[in-house]
């Protein structure tokens, strides 16, 4: 017997009732009971079933895990679903979207959205750590039981996002960004000594591939379970037939002490043969491109890149991925995007060389690390990069990152662009939604920040995220 069992389990429905299932006897083999203040985080980093219908660990899914838990539990003191999506978008939406509220309803659960609750700081001591504290909301430190419900899906970032990944969306808006750059397989292995999840069943019904906001479709048709995010990462790597050592942040948080990422000290059980999911996913889809290369065959967006900070030949946690992301939201809006759009030069990093740009290409200097001084239309141009080391940046002094800030920010930036051919985009991470903002600025393309079937469900939601905010804050 090994100490570590993953199990992979058949599932080719969102049945709730068979989810439920099968949930329950995975946590029978693992000998899993939850107790006391159970928290189940699943992952909806953006949720619409007709925008980003891939994007997040499906309603059913919930449904059967909350279910399960509650004909395995004992001594329970409150069982609750908590998470924070992607940043710029209050929770409250995303689970509105992914259907959510009813299946908690149902079961009597308790809702936590983080960004509407207080973070409190977590001290760090493992060696190797990036930092010595980090924020945390506070029903996550409160939590006796934390089950982990990933979504299954190809990452631009980190390759894949599986259990460990999952935890990006345990930290609210102002700690959130804070080393999303160069920095983030680092700061993804930091989160996991705050909280280890007691139990993982990862929805891998369907997966998703290449992107993560818009992810194409894969029918998987397994769900995944075991109770060490190292262990079960590692047994997902291997059935869509990458090797573990490409999960940085798996090798990092494996270092730690956190669990294995050897095959051979992990037993892996259930309905499913590995070399059958194996054989399934042999053309599983990833994007782990740099951008020089991804667009470089694209109509409208071409990019250079100089060097990036701390002697990083790139950066995979931050603008670059952003940028492909924003690039496929458009797309998914509107297929014929790159014939439409005007020419757009992405810029990154200290660039020591002439653009060499086209006649009326605009230029998007994006990122707090980008330099770069030369002659654009004529005028003169001069872009100061303002980055900050890890150890310059104060964890304790962060900025809010509000949704309603950053977007009547970037807005301004493009409405005052007038005959301004180019814009400087400042902050370390720019974030997907003002990718979107300033590509359709300069590449003059209609805005999915502001489709009708989004914004006005954001702008309702995020009056109730501030109100339940300000309630919060006098209630502590
Ligand atoms: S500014 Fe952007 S590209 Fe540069 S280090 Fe920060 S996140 Fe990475």
Redesign the pocket.
Known sequence: MLEHKVIIRRCNEYDPDLISKIVKEGMEELGVKPFGNILLKPNTVIAHPEIFPYAFTRKELLDGALDATKKTSENVKEISVGERCGITIPTRFCFKHAGYPEVIKKHKAKTYYFDEEKSVPVKLTKEGRLRDRVFIPKSVTQCDFLINLPKFKSHPWTRLTLSLKNFIGIQDDRHRLVD???HLEEKIADLQEVVQPKFIAIDGIIAGQKMMLTPEPFPLGAIIMGTNSCAVDTVCCHMVNVDPQDLKHLCLTSQRGFGPMNLDEIEVSGDYPLAEVQKKTKDFAFCMERIDDYFKDHKAISCTLGK??EGRDY?W????GALQEAMHIFKGFDPEVEDKMEKVRVV??KVDKPLNLTKGEKVLF?????SWEGEIQGRKVKIESN?KTKTEVNECKTKSNDMLKKNIGSFFKGLFLGKKPFIHAK????CVADHVHYLSFLGKIKNPNYDKRLVFGIAISYLRMIVSRFWNTIRS
């Open positions: 999303h750059n160069i990036f900070p950066c946690g931050g603008c670059p990154i990093g994006a990122g707090d690390c980008t980055f902050g370390c991470t720019i």
